[in-house]
């Protein structure tokens, strides 16, 4: 690649979006895999699948603002510019995780309705480490049954563009040297989407700093949550005896105990 023109048609754009249309597949493939192996199953009782429901998030920037249902266009915002570095924060059990998963799935739909205008292949590492390109460039190679690799300057475009969404989980508990390296990784990746989940805030060593907050269920949106979780349940079980919430009753029920 040093000695041939191929570095510039390698960094082009159409080439790095023909890439990531003809990948796309085999990231569905393995983020499907990621969504079945939650950090929540460690828990007790975390086999119910809850989904995503659009609930109030702060969002802090440039300034702060509260958003009360954000969709998809609020979200893909926050990665604008380089180096893009956003902080989901909050406590332990508050839908960090799910917030994220959210994100994956509005990444790699992107370019659908409802969906990010832009589709970024979701990298999703739940695990220590002190080298975050060698981590994606692993999990990428996974997904070839043929031992393909990709290319190094492939791989750097590709980050460096955006077109790949790493997310990090749970990097609040990990060990002192992740932590420390995460603050520090731009100076060694540059990479310009960057998703992490966190109790406390992450000093990362970026002029911007972008954190989302998800706000504790209140009085005024609880109700529409568990609507929506019935609703889910009702669509994605077919079996109505294995639904919650499946008859009348039960439903009036919950009611009671929500009022």
Not at 17 to 26: H, P
Not at 48 to 73: C, F, H, I, M, T
Not at 187 to 209: D, F, H, K, M, Y
């Amino acid at each position: 690649l040093k000695f041939t023109v191929l570095p510039w048609f390698v960094t082009h754009p159409r080439t790095l979006r023909a890439w990531v249309g003809g990948n796309r597949n085999l990231a569905a493939a393995a983020w499907a895999v990621s969504l079945k192996a939650p950090a929540a199953t460690e828990r007790k009782g975390a086999d119910v699948d809850v989904p995503y429901v659009a609930l109030p998030v702060e969002v802090k920037d440039v300034g702060s603002r509260l958003l009360n249902q954000p969709g998809a266009d609020d979200f893909e915002s926050l990665f604008h510019g380089g180096r893009s570095v956003v902080q989901i924060v909050g406590p332990g059990g508050g839908g960090k995780t799910t917030l994220a998963k959210h994100f994956g799935d509005l990444s790699l739909s992107g370019g659908e309705a409802g969906a990010f205008r832009d589709c970024r292949l979701p990298i999703w590492i739940d695990e220590d480490f002190t080298d975050l390109r060698a981590v994606v460039k692993r999990k990428i190679n996974s997904w070839y049954e043929s031992g393909e690799e990709i290319e190094e300057p492939l791989l750097s475009a590709l980050l460096e563009n955006g077109l790949l969404l790493v997310m990090v989980d749970r990097v609040s508990e990990r060990l002192t040297a992740t932590r420390d390296y995460l603050g520090k990784v731009h100076g060694s990746v540059r990479c310009n989407a960057l998703l992490i989940t966190t109790r406390q805030p992450l000093a990362v060593e970026v002029p911007e700093q972008r954190f989302i907050y998800p706000q504790a269920l209140d009085s005024s949106t609880l109700l529409n949550f568990m609507t929506e979780i019935i609703k889910y349940y009702f669509r994605s079980t077919e079996d109505a005896k294995e639904r919650p919430f499946s008859t009348l009753e039960s439903q009036l029920e919950l009611g009671k105990r929500l009022a």
